[in-house]
């Protein structure tokens, strides 16, 4: 498994207070899941690179991106993911 380092970073000072993490008392079982697997360098190098070959994106109003494929993806299913065509 290869080390990923960190090449750039922006966002909020680091470590962030206990209180930001406050919002993680009301997740779902599925929103935990997702908030560690958005965290892996390796799963944003896929869906960076799956980018590329999308068909359509739209932002929904949630302000979530919606993008339509063009068929089946390994990358997405080789992390669980579903496909949908």
Excluded at 17 to 30: C, F, N, P
Excluded at 40 to 61: G, M, R
Aim: hydrophobic fraction near 40%; charged fraction near 25%; include cysteine.
């Amino acid at each position: 498994m290869p080390l990923y380092r960190v090449r750039h970073y922006v966002g909020p000072l680091w470590p962030p207070t206990l209180e930001a993490y406050d919002y993680m008392r009301a997740l779902s079982r599925r929103d935990w899941a997702w908030e560690g697997l958005r965290r892996i360098p390796a799963y944003q190098d896929d869906a960076k690179a799956l980018l590329t070959n999308a068909q359509v994106s739209t932002q929904l109003e949630s302000g979530a991106i919606f993008t339509r494929m063009h068929g089946r993806s390994p990358r997405a299913e080789a992390w669980a993911l579903r496909s949908f065509c």
